[in-house]
């Protein structure tokens, strides 16, 4: 199996972007990341660069999908979050939250981990098949029986989290899925809020239907939030990627990291 992958990162009505997004590939494994910092004055973006790099960077040097080695390459990543945290001045109350999806596509499986409200989603037929929990306020409520999805994604306090890269290690909530099966004509979507929120599942769904490639999605995506933009429009992020079977080609990459 091989992946197609696409990437959108814009600013939105924010003075500056703190999301980061990567991704890696070696043509047999293959990882994405989308990381959305907070902290404002320039320190969000050096939680969520240096979450983004720490992943990519150990997973990297050892490709696996052990759900172990996955959630420490997150608790790493926060510990050196809280390392710059320690700095002082604009890095102290610097925050991240992350989510990377790991492939091996010699198997066809894939995981995920994340911390925070950044997502992953899993489509199959254009149709969601799975997706993260985000670690949020909202979240709780919505599993406590609440609100519903739709009135979680616009609720005044959709934005608490409960965990995020910056955490004390003991306050660190870190979620890795089990190992997924991949099919050939499966999408792979990671965002951050500034997508998901704005746009809902259907609006997800219907981008996705729509789309001749992930290239084609990211422009959808990138236009619909553009269209429902709020005055004070979040940054805006995501990897996208499809799977396909082919064997006699290599990894096509889309978009710029």
């Known amino acids: ?27 047999r494994h293959a990882a994405l990341v989308v990381a959305d910092g907070a902290g404002g004055h320039g320190g969000g973006d050096v939680a969520a660069s240096c979450a983004r790099d720490c992943v990519l960077d150990r997973f990297a040097a050892a490709p696996s999908l052990d759900p172990a080695w996955l959630r420490s390459l997150v608790a790493e990543a926060n510990d050196r979050v809280l390392a710059g945290q320690r700095e002082g001045g604009r890095l102290a109350s610097m925050r991240s939250t992350i989510v990377m999806a790991a492939f091996d596509l010699a198997s066809g499986r894939m995981v995920w981990v994340h911390s925070g409200d950044s997502r992953a989603y899993l489509f199959r037929g254009h149709a969601i098949v799975a997706r993260t929990t985000d670690h949020s306020l909202v979240q709780q409520m919505v599993a406590s029986g609440m609100l519903d999805d739709e009135q979680a994604r616009l609720h005044p306090q959709r934005n608490v989290l409960l965990s995020a890269l910056g955490a004390c290690s003991d306050e660190l909530e870190i979620n890795v899925s089990d190992p997924m099966r991949v099919e050939p ?19 997800l769904v219907a981008s996705l239907s729509m789309a001749g490639s992930p290239a084609q999605w990211a ?32 990894t096509r990459i889309l978009g710029m990291p």
Not at 220 to 233: E, F, H, M, T, W
Not at 234 to 242: E, H, I, Q
């Open 219 to 250: 422009s959808a995506l990138q236009n619909n939030v553009a269209g429902r933009a709020k005055p004070d429009q979040d940054n805006y992020s995501a990897v996208l990627a499809c799977v396909s079977s082919a064997e006699d080609e290599t």
């Open 185 to 203: 004509n499966d999408a792979v979507l990671l965002c951050s809020d500034g997508v998901w929120e704005p746009l809902g599942d259907a609006t």
């Open 1 to 27: 199996m091989q992946l197609e992958i696409a990437t959108l990162t814009e600013q939105g009505a924010r003075g500056y972007n703190e999301d980061r997004i990567g991704h890696w590939t070696d043509g």
